[in-house]
C-alpha cells in the first residue's frame, strides 16, 4: 500500500504533463485492484479458515484486515479528490474531459441515440438477478444495478447490465467534436428505457464488483495440471466478493440492496466520488493526439554491442558477453535471438521458460515455427502466473500443436527464472548460446519496465543452463552448477554468505559495502544477516522499489544504511545485487527479489556478470539510482518514506532520465563512427 502511495504521489505533481499525472492515478487504481484480489482476498481466506498464525507484527488476519480498510479507504479518498478537484478540472479545461449527457445539442443527443441503438444495444444483456439460481457477475466489470417497478404492483424487482469489456469506455461521436465523448455507463443509462421497456425505473446505478483471486491449483500427484489450472480459473468467477465499489450518495435502501446482489457486506464496500474504474482514465496518455499534454517519449535506442548487420549468434561469439538495458535500449536483439534460432538450420534445440507472455507473442511463433521446422523444442510454460494462467493455457496448446515439447513446471514451485538455451552446430562441434534475463519474454512490457538482459555464449553459463533444463524436466535435485546459483536451495545459501563476507572485513576493519537492487525484501534469514551486517559496520545501499520489511534496528546500522525506491515513467524491475569483496567486486543479475517466496518456493536464477565491461555498467546503473534526487524516496528507521530532495541549488539528477541520456550517446557515437568507417577513403 505504500509502494502505492508512492505512485500516487506522482500524479499530485503540478510540473508533470496533465496526462502523464493521470497515467499515474490510473496504474495506482490498477495497482488496488490487484492487492484487492491478491492480498486482501488471501487474508479474507485465512480468516474464515481459522488456520493462521499472527503475522511478524503479531496481526492477525482480522485486525491486518481492518487496518487495510482504514488505508484503502483513505487511498480512495485521495484518488478521487485529486480526480475531481484538480485533474478533471484541468481535463475540462484541456477539452478532454467527458461530455455531460445533460449538455449534449438536440442534434449530438440523436446522434448518440442512433449510436446506442444501433453499436451498443445488440451488446447488452439484461439479468434477472432476484431468481433461484442468479447469474455471476464478473470481476472488475462495470455494471449498471437497475431497480425497475414492476408493472400491475408496488414491487420492484434488480436487473444487472454488465457493460462488455468490448465497448470502450469512451463513446466516441463525430457530433462531439474531435476530442468529445460521453462515458458508457452515461449513454447506457440515458437509454436503458430501450433495453428495459414498460417498467418505471425507479433507481439505476452503475457498480463494480471484485472477486478473490487468491486460489491456488491443487497439485494433485498424477493428476492433470492444465485441467486443474482451469478449474482453478472456473474457481475464480465465483468466488467471494472482495470489494464492492460504488457512487456515493445511492438512496441507503438501494445500497444494501446492490451490495445484497453482489454478496458484499459493510466491511467491502467503498463508496466512491466520481466514476468508477479510474484504470479506463489511463488510455488517454496512450491514444493518439494530445501530445502537448504528455511526457515527451523516449525511444529505446540500437545498442552499441549489437550490429544489425550481423547474425545475434556472430554477434555473440564476436563479443562473448552483450549486456542489453530495456527499455533504455531496444528489446529487439533478444526477440531476433529467438526467431533466428528458429529459422538456422545449424540450431538443433532450443529451450526456454515462459512465465508471463505479450497477447500476441513473436517469442510463441519462432518457438512454433522452430519446431515445425524439425528442432527439438522445449519449453517450459509456468500455468501458475497469477492472472496471465488462461493466456498461457492457450499458448502451451498452440505450442504443443506445433510439436513443442511442453513441460508445466515442478509441483509445489512456480518457476519464475528467465532463461533461453539455444544450441547450434558449428564447425563440426557444438555449441551453446544463453539469454538470462530479469524480465519477462514479453516484449510488450520490454517497453515499460526496466530490465536487464546478458545474452552469452560463455562454457560455464552454457554447461549451467543445460543442467538447469535437465533439472526441472527431469525433476532432479538443482545442484552441481559451475556459475549460477538457482532458487530453492543455493541462491538464498550464496547470498547469506556474500553478506556474512562482507560482514567479515567489517569486523577486521576493512572496506566492506553491499548494494543492491530489487522489487521486494522480506524474507527473515537475510533481513537478520543484514542487521548483523549493518552492526558490523558494512555499508549498505538498497534500492527497494516496493515492499521492504527491513530497517536497520540500531543507530549505528542507520547511519550506514540507505534504502530508496524509485517511481518513475518506466516501472523499476530488474534485481541487481553487488558485492564490494575487498576491492574485486561480485556482480550477479537475477529473476528473484530477496523474498522467501522467491528464494524458498520459486525456481529462480541469479547469474553472475564476469565480463568487466558489462560489470562495471551494472555497477554504474546502481551508481545512478543512489545518486536520484527528482523520482527517489528514502525510507526512514520507522519505515515511513519520505521524497529524496537536491542539495540547495543543485540540479535534481533522475537515474531513468540519466539512462536514456547514456543509451542515445552511445547509439549515436556508434552511428557516427558506422558513418565514417563507410566513407570513402579520401587522399590529402
Known amino acids: 500500500m505504500e509502494f502505492n502511495q508512492r505512485v500516487l504521489d506522482q500524479a499530485y505533481r503540478r510540473e508533470l504533463p496533465l496526462l502523464e499525472r493521470v497515467k499515474f492515478l490510473a496504474i495506482s487504481a490498477s495497482n488496488l485492484d490487484e492487492f484487492f484480489q491478491v492480498r486482501v482476498g488471501g487474508l479474507m481466506l485465512l480468516r474464515d479458515s481459522g488456520k493462521y498464525a499472527s503475522d511478524t507484527q503479531g496481526l492477525a488476519p482480522t485486525e491486518q484486515l481492518e487496518l487495510i480498510r482504514l488505508r484503502a479507504a483513505g487511498m480512495v479518498a485521495d484518488q478521487y479528490m ?30 448518440l441515440e442512433e449510436h446506442f441503438l444501433n453499436n451498443i444495444a445488440p451488446l447488452l444483456t439484461p439479468l434477472a438477478m432476484e431468481v433461484e439460481r442468479p447469474p455471476v457477475l464478473p470481476n472488475l466489470s462495470l455494471i449498471l444495478g437497475v431497480e425497475l417497478r414492476e408493472a400491475e404492483s408496488d414491487d420492484t424487482r434488480f436487473v444487472a447490465v454488465v457493460l462488455p469489456e468490448s465497448l470502450p469506455r469512451r463513446v466516441h461521436s463525430a457530433a462531439l467534436g474531435r476530442d468529445g465523448y460521453v462515458l458508457l455507463e452515461d449513454l447506457v443509462s440515458e437509454f436503458m428505457p430501450h433495453l428495459l421497456p414498460g417498467e418505471p425505473i425507479v433507481n439505476m446505478s452503475p457498480f463494480r464488483v471484485t472477486r478473490n483471486g487468491d486460489i491456488a491449483v491443487a497439485e494433485e500427484e498424477g493428476g492433470d495440471f492444465a485441467q486443474e489450472m482451469e478449474a482453478v480459473l472456473v474457481a475464480r468467477k465465483f468466488s467471494e466478493c472482495v470489494r464492492l465499489e460504488l457512487p456515493a450518495g445511492l438512496p441507503p435502501e438501494f445500497a444494501r440492496r446492490i451490495a445484497g446482489i453482489a454478496g458484499a457486506d459493510e466491511f467491502c464496500t467503498y463508496p466512491v466520488p466520481g466514476p468508477l474504474q479510474l484504470v479506463d482514465f489511463g488510455r488517454l496518455a496512450y491514444d493518439p493526439g494530445n501530445e502537448h499534454l504528455k511526457m515527451e517519449a523516449w525511444t529505446p535506442m540500437a545498442s552499441p554491442a549489437v550490429d544489425p548487420g550481423m547474425s545475434m549468434f556472430d554477434n555473440i561469439a564476436q563479443q562473448g558477453d552483450i549486456l542489453l538495458h530495456n527499455p533504455f535500449e531496444s528489446y529487439e536483439p533478444v526477440v531476433r535471438f529467438v526467431e533466428e534460432a528458429a529459422k538456422d538450420p545449424d540450431v538443433l534445440a532450443i529451450k526456454q521458460v515462459l512465465y508471463r507472455t505479450a497477447k500476441n507473442s513473436r517469442f510463441v511463433a519462432a518457438l512454433c515455427r522452430a519446431a515445425e521446422s524439425g528442432k527439438q523444442v522445449t519449453v517450459l510454460v509456468e500455468l501458475k502466473a497469477r492472472f496471465d494462467e488462461s493466456r498461457n493455457l492457450m499458448q502451451a496448446e498452440q505450442l504443443q500443436k506445433s510439436g513443442v515439447q511442453v513441460v508445466y513446471g515442478v509441483k509445489g514451485f512456480k518457476t519464475h527464472a528467465k532463461i533461453t538455451l539455444v544450441v547450434r552446430r558449428e564447425n563440426g562441434t557444438l555449441r551453446r548460446y544463453c539469454h538470462f534475463g530479469t524480465g519477462n519474454y514479453n516484449e510488450t512490457t520490454a517497453a515499460l519496465y526496466s530490465d536487464l538482459n546478458l545474452l552469452t555464449c560463455s562454457e560455464n553459463l552454457g554447461a549451467d543452463a ?110 541487481i545485487f553487488c558485492f564490494a569483496n575487498g576491492g574485486n567486486p561480485l556482480v550477479y543479475i537475477a529473476s528473484a527479489d530477496w523474498m522467501s517466496r522467491n528464494l524458498d518456493r520459486r525456481i529462480e536464477l541469479m547469474v553472475p556478470i564476469e565480463n568487466r565491461e558489462a560489470a562495471a555498467r551494472v555497477q554504474d546503473i546502481l551508481d545512478a539510482c543512489f545518486n536520484d534526487t527528482a523520482q527517489a524516496y528514502v525510507m526512514r528507521p520507522d519505515g515511513a518514506s519520505v521524497p529524496v530532495r537536491p542539495a540547495a541549488r543543485t540540479k535534481p539528477f533522475a537515474m531513468q532520465q540519466h539512462l536514456q541520456e547514456l543509451a542515445q550517446q552511445a547509439a549515436h557515437l556508434q552511428e557516427k563512427e558506422s558513418r565514417r568507417t563507410l566513407e570513402p577513403h579520401r587522399p590529402k
Open 466 to 575: 543445460s543442467q538447469f533444463f535437465n533439472s526441472i524436466t527431469g525433476l532432479t535435485k538443482l545442484m552441481r552448477f559451475r556459475s549460477i546459483f538457482p532458487s530453492p536451495g543455493m541462491m538464498k545459501q550464496r547470498l547469506l554468505e556474500l553478506i556474512e563476507a562482507e560482514a567479515a572485513r567489517a569486523r577486521r576493519g576493512e572496506p566492506a559495502e553491499i548494494r543492491a537492487k530489487m522489487n521486494s525484501l522480506n524474507d527473515k534469514e537475510v533481513m537478520r544477516a543484514l542487521e548483523a551486517a549493518s552492526q558490523a559496520g558494512v555499508r549498505i545501499q538498497l534500492n527497494v522499489r516496493g515492499i521492504c520489511c527491513w530497517t536497520p534496528g540500531t543507530p549505528q546500522g542507520q547511519v550506514r544504511t540507505r534504502i530508496i525506491s524509485i517511481v518513475d515513467r518506466y516501472l523499476e524491475h530488474a534485481r
Open 82 to 111: 485529486l480526480m475531481e478537484r484538480e485533474l478533471m478540472p484541468l481535463m475540462q479545461q484541456a477539452g478532454i474531459s467527458p461530455m455531460q449527457i445533460a449538455e449534449l445539442t438536440e442534434t449530438q443527443y440523436a446522434a
